[in-house]
């Protein structure tokens, strides 16, 4: 390979790069700062590379000369939609909690340089994951952004809830990484090829020719989606996910509902991608499976994981904790769209995403407020603040109701792009006399299952609201009015109600190449 072929290969991973050279400079920062002066000068670097890494994907995004589905790096980096969409949402989120870490005092005390890394490392390995078409790259992804999310949930080293929260972290994800390798072990043994994309298309080919049952491919699947499923919280794989929601510095803790499990919805698409049938390679004409087994699998583990979530959430009484419970339901939505399989499913799973990053980092950026004044995330420390600061009040509410999912926020636009297409896959689903088939029925009764979970949450959001607005304060002491904090709250704000008209983030999605 010659030096022009390397640097055209390099090209394809160059927001990547920025990402590694950021984090040896924000090493060698830190190294020659100050400590008083080291969370400063390391995030304002971090920050630096994470938007250099953004420009460089927004202009190959907007570029009339765009290679986006093309595969680069010797053919392990593949450039394509959802890889395209995801390190957008990623850089977007991590911007967010630089600047959160910045006015965030849990964090005060320590040197920045190796926590900054290490988020970085984790937004690296988010970025390789989503992007791998080669099994070792997908693994050295995943890895990456798991060890560094290990180390960052306990940085606060003298802190027992958060070692605590590392410890139980790294133990569960170091059991789900083991189950995650044996089942690419088995696709490779099957399709005999790294690649991810050939390996289903091959299996793909073996099921439609009958060369091979379904019950090896789909314990394949399984055993891969039981690794994924931790990173995305999915029930019966979420037993870490509340504790150490609890115990991380709350910038982390958004980091890990948004980032972590955005990487990991973006790596279940990369194996999935395959799988639909609107998207499948040239040549594979046949579906891997059946026209039932994956809907009823993810309808299934939908229902459980939403239901689990919500229902949960109403005892809880810290909000970091009752968040960690909304998070495992919203991944519980969002497999509603792995039941279907076509571009629209794939468009709206994207945009909820989206709109999720914007709500939820919102509702943690004025959790991290409330813990920088009253030391505390209790529901009960929330008591009267709707008179002592009530713009971050009105920001909180507008968050929850997004988050609901009810109008006029972005989070009702979600939601209803996801329930659409559940019903309409159910309606198509409809025999030529207009006859309702089982499987109508069963994406008509999983839209309902969510519908009423929607309403379920919202009594659970509310009591937050309510302890807000209706409870008696401890105290009359103020809170204090910081015009930077309410400049934060309103730059998330306006985009969770603004994006009620969609069509900007849709036109986003059409242009990374669907």
């Not at 400063?40 to 994470?50: C, D, I």
């Not at 006015?103 to 900054?116: I, L, N, P």
């Not at 027992?160 to 189950?179: D, F, N």
Request: proline content about 3%; aromatic content about 12%.
């Amino acid at each position: 390979m010659t030096l022009s072929d390397l640097f055209q290969q390099s090209h394809g991973i160059l927001p990547e790069m920025l990402l590694s050279l950021a984090i040896c400079v924000v090493i060698f920062a830190d190294m020659a700062s100050r400590l008083s002066h080291s969370r400063n000068v390391s995030g304002f670097v971090a920050l630096a590379g994470v938007a250099a890494a953004l420009a460089v994907v927004a202009a190959r995004l907007f570029s009339e000369n765009s290679s986006l589905g093309s595969l680069t790096f010797g053919g392990m980096v593949r450039q394509d939609q959802i890889a395209v969409f995801f390190k957008i949402v990623f850089f977007l989120a991590t911007i967010a909690v630089i600047l959160f870490s910045l006015r965030s005092r849990e964090t005060q005390g320590y040197r920045a340089g190796e926590y900054f890394a290490l988020l970085l490392g984790a937004v690296l390995g988010a970025c390789f994951l989503v992007s791998a078409d080669n099994l070792i790259l997908f693994v050295l992804g995943l890895e990456t952004l798991s060890i560094c999310c290990y180390v960052l949930a306990g940085f606060l080293k003298h802190e027992r809830a958060s070692a605590e929260a590392s410890l139980k972290y790294m133990i569960y994800g170091a059991v789900a990484s083991g189950v995650l390798f044996f089942g690419l072990s088995y696709l490779y043994g099957m399709s005999g090829t790294l690649s991810i994309s050939e390996g289903c298309g091959f299996l793909s080919k073996l099921v439609s020719t009958g060369r091979v049952a379904h019950l090896p491919i789909i314990l394949v699947l399984l055993l891969i989606l039981a690794g994924i499923g931790f990173k995305i919280a999915m029930v019966p794989f979420h037993f870490w996910c509340p504790d150490v929601y609890q115990g991380s510095p709350t910038p982390i803790t958004a980091f890990l509902s948004v980032v972590s499990k955005a990487a990991g919805f973006g790596a279940l698409l990369r194996i999935l991608l395959p799988f639909f049938s609107e998207v499948l390679p040239a040549g594979a004409e046949a579906r891997l499976l059946s026209q039932q087994d994956l809907p009823i699998l993810f309808g299934l583990l939908s229902v459980i994981t939403m239901t689990f979530g919500n229902l949960v959430a109403i005892r809880q009484t810290d909000v970091k904790r009752l968040l960690a419970y909304s998070s495992i339901a919203h991944a519980g939505y969002l497999l509603m769209g792995l039941t279907v399989y076509n571009s629209a499913a794939i468009e709206a799973i994207l945009f909820y995403f989206f709109v999720y990053m914007i709500m939820n980092l919102g509702a943690f950026w004025i959790v991290i407020v409330m813990v920088n004044r009253v030391g505390s995330a209790e529901i009960s420390r929330f008591n009267g603040i709707a008179f002592k600061a009530p713009f971050l009040f009105s920001a909180l509410f507008i968050f929850l109701i997004s988050l609901t999912g009810l109008p006029p926020t972005a989070g009702f636009v979600g939601k209803f792009m996801l329930f659409k297409v559940v019903v309409g896959a159910g309606l198509s689903n409809m025999n030529a006399a207009g006859h309702i088939t089982p499987m109508t029925a069963f994406y008509l009764l999983l839209a309902l299952i969510g519908v009423l979970n929607s309403a379920v949450s919202l009594y659970y959001y509310m009591r937050i609201a309510r302890a807000m607005a209706f409870e008696k304060a401890a105290d009359d002491r103020p809170l204090g009015d910081d015009p930077l904090d309410r400049a934060y709250a309103a730059a998330f704000m306006v985009p969770a109600v603004a994006l009620i008209y969609f069509a900007p983030i849709l036109q986003l999605i059409a242009l990374a190449g669907l």
